[in-house]
């Protein structure tokens, strides 16, 4: 596929610098491929990070109400454990902080790495993962449990938390809340192809769809003819619903991510049928956001999460923000 891009190599750099004139409130830090916000005002700071190629993640959601700063890797690729200390080194040990971290084994291995090097030296960080995918690896049936669109969600949550003064033990407490009411299913319509991959991540037909890819171009654990809107979000409404034991009416929170090529038109059309199909199994749907959250570069594609709702998560939701992917509208 077309690029537009002018070196593999250099495409995180020149993303970064193109970001920082398009958005002038946020800063780089130090020399760092990271950025934080430039109203910096809470109790605890929230850092997040990882691989590139998913913007608007994670750097969209660095702004007032969400994330502090976002430290950033190569393409698909986490930044390493001497990227996020030095990150960490130029915003300095005055306040807490707590990492934010999607469940893929390298970026928790890079961060908790960094965690407990930086602890050493008199740094109080928490460290929370989000672990929302429910798609199962066909080899061993088990849910994957990686990090994937939820994150949003969870950014969301817990930045408003700190705005309220939450204390970084509490924030991680709601993390775990958070994880176990959040759960998502992603289907690609097709493979992406990073910057520098010379063919697609896998091989997908025409017609296909794989259910339960992933956001490195992981292979899914079904691939089947695709047929219309309505029947592929039946199996992601009938697969998500039946994973919580959510009780009848339960409050829920439904978010529709496209995965980078999927169109508008398309992704408010399953949003539709969705909504529809939830409402149907019995819930209630009070909070609904639909847009190109989080991306696998160029993957055409969609997820969809679910999240339990208590009043007070409907209530974070709806404020607004500053980070310009989540939009206040």
Same mark, same amino acid.
């Given at each position: 596929?077309?690029?537009?891009?002018?070196?593999?190599?250099? /495409?995180? #750099? *020149?993303?970064?610098?193109?970001?920082?004139?398009?958005?002038?409130?946020?800063?780089?830090?130090?020399?760092?491929?990271?950025?934080?916000?430039?109203?910096?005002?809470?109790?605890?700071?929230?850092?997040?990070?990882?691989?590139?190629?998913?913007?608007?993640?994670?750097?969209?959601?660095?702004?007032?109400?969400?994330?502090?700063?976002?430290?950033?890797?190569?393409?698909? &690729? $986490?930044?390493?454990?001497?990227?996020? /200390? %030095? &990150?960490?080194? /130029?915003?300095?040990?005055?306040?807490?902080?707590?990492?934010? /971290?999607?469940?893929?084994?390298?970026?928790?291995?890079?961060? &908790?790495?960094?965690?407990?090097?930086?602890?050493?030296?008199?740094?109080?960080?928490?460290?929370?993962?989000?672990?929302?995918?429910?798609?199962?690896? =066909?080899?061993?049936?088990?849910?994957?449990?990686? !990090?994937? %669109?939820?994150?949003?969600?969870?950014?969301?949550?817990? !930045?408003?938390?700190?705005?309220?003064?939450?204390?970084?033990?509490?924030?991680?407490?709601?993390?775990?809340?958070?994880?176990?009411?959040?759960?998502?299913?992603?289907?690609?319509?097709?493979?992406?192809?990073?910057?520098? *991959?010379?063919?697609? %991540?896998?091989?997908?037909?025409?017609?296909?769809? %794989?259910?339960?890819?992933?956001?490195?171009? #992981?292979?899914?654990?079904?691939?089947? $003819?695709?047929?219309?809107?309505?029947?592929?979000?039946?199996?992601?409404?009938?697969?998500?619903?039946?994973?919580?034991?959510?009780? #009848?009416?339960?409050?829920?929170?439904?978010?529709?991510?496209?995965?980078?090529?999927? =169109?508008?038109?398309?992704?408010?059309?399953?949003?539709?049928?969705?909504?529809?199909?939830?409402?149907?199994?019995?819930?209630?749907?009070?909070?609904?956001?639909?847009?190109?959250?989080?991306?696998?570069?160029?993957?055409?594609?969609?997820?969809?999460?679910?999240?339990?709702?208590?009043?007070?998560?409907?209530?974070?939701?709806?404020?607004?923000? !500053?980070?310009?992917?989540?939009?206040?509208?």
């Amino acid at each position: 596929m077309k690029k537009l891009i002018n070196a593999p190599e250099q /495409v995180v #750099e *020149q993303m970064l610098a193109g970001l920082l004139l398009a958005h002038p409130t946020l800063h780089q830090i130090g020399r760092q491929l990271a950025i934080a916000n430039g109203n910096l005002k809470r109790k605890v700071w929230l850092v997040s990070g990882g691989g590139s190629g998913h913007e608007p993640l994670d750097v969209g959601y660095v702004g007032d109400g969400l994330l502090d700063a976002a430290i950033l890797g190569p393409v698909f &690729t $986490p930044p390493s454990v001497e990227s996020i /200390v %030095a &990150t960490m080194k /130029v915003l300095g040990p005055k306040r807490p902080y707590l990492f934010i /971290v999607k469940n893929f084994a390298s970026d928790m291995r890079h961060f &908790t790495l960094a965690r407990e090097q930086l602890v050493a030296e008199g740094y109080q960080i928490g460290l929370v993962s989000v672990a929302d995918d429910q798609s199962v690896d =066909p080899d061993t049936l088990t849910a994957r449990h990686r !990090g994937v %669109a939820g994150t949003v969600l969870m950014i969301k949550l817990l !930045g408003a938390a700190a705005d309220a003064g939450m204390a970084l033990a509490d924030l991680q407490t709601l993390a775990t809340e958070v994880n176990h009411q959040l759960v998502t299913l992603g289907v690609a319509l097709s493979s992406t192809e990073a910057p520098g *991959q010379k063919k697609p %991540a896998f091989d997908l037909g025409a017609a296909e769809i %794989a259910y339960g890819i992933g956001i490195h171009g #992981e292979p899914g654990y079904r691939s089947e $003819p695709m047929v219309s809107s309505e029947l592929l979000a039946r199996e992601l409404v009938n697969k998500l619903t039946q994973i919580n034991d959510w009780p #009848e009416k339960a409050p829920m929170a439904v978010m529709i991510n496209g995965l980078g090529g999927l =169109p508008l038109m398309d992704q408010f059309v399953f949003t539709h049928d969705a909504v529809e199909l939830i409402r149907l199994h019995g819930f209630d749907v009070q909070f609904v956001k639909t847009g190109t959250l989080l991306t696998s570069y160029s993957m055409q594609g969609v997820s969809l999460t679910l999240l339990g709702l208590t009043e007070q998560w409907r209530h974070w939701l709806g404020k607004p923000v !500053g980070g310009f992917a989540w939009g206040n509208g």
